[in-house]
């Protein structure tokens, strides 16, 4: 669990948003629905560093989270459901990815977490043993 606080100008904590087993939540002080989701999804894209895409389906977030294996492997979670796999294949440095058929993500989706982990903006574990 981790805890973070949103101060005024004078310093005093106004509102603690707290990340408690991967959820977020405002866990002190009172504001409307929509700034609180505002501020949860400002959390998510700034402290969350598996997490390359957050958007909203019919009035819900879709947090995706791609996440570091070994042997160049990265595995796909949509609201931490499995939806795919990406993975680096060393002999011939080319990405390869499968995508479970669920609608909401699509190959575009892939190709820009691809050009994310090129880039060096999601981990990447060089720990392969070939």
């Known amino acids: ?27 002190f002080g009172v504001l409307a629905d929509d700034i609180k989701e505002a501020c949860i999804d400002a ?3 700034r402290f969350d560093t598996d997490v390359p895409e957050l958007f909203y389906h019919h009035g819900k977030r879709q947090l995706v989270e791609v996440v570091a294996k070994k042997y160049s492997l990265w595995h796909i979670y949509l609201n931490n459901a499995y939806v795919g796999s990406i993975q680096y294949y060393t ?8 995508l479970e058929d669920n609608g909401l993500l699509t190959d575009d989706h892939v ?7 090129q880039r060096g903006g999601l981990k990447w ?5 070939r």
Do not use: P, T
């Not at 805890?3 to 866990?27: C, I, M, P, T």
């Not at 002999?91 to 499968?98: D, I, L, M, T, V």
């Not at 190709?111 to 982990?117: C, E, F, G, V």
């Open 43 to 45: 959390l998510i894209l």
């Open 125 to 129: 574990i060089k720990d392969d043993i």
């Open 91 to 98: 002999f011939n440095k080319k990405f390869n990815y499968q």
């Open 1 to 27: 669990m981790k805890d973070y606080h949103l101060y005024n100008k004078n310093g005093f904590a106004f509102y603690v948003f707290r990340k408690s087993q991967g959820e977020w939540q405002l866990a």
């Open 111 to 117: 190709q820009r977490y691809i050009a994310i982990i």
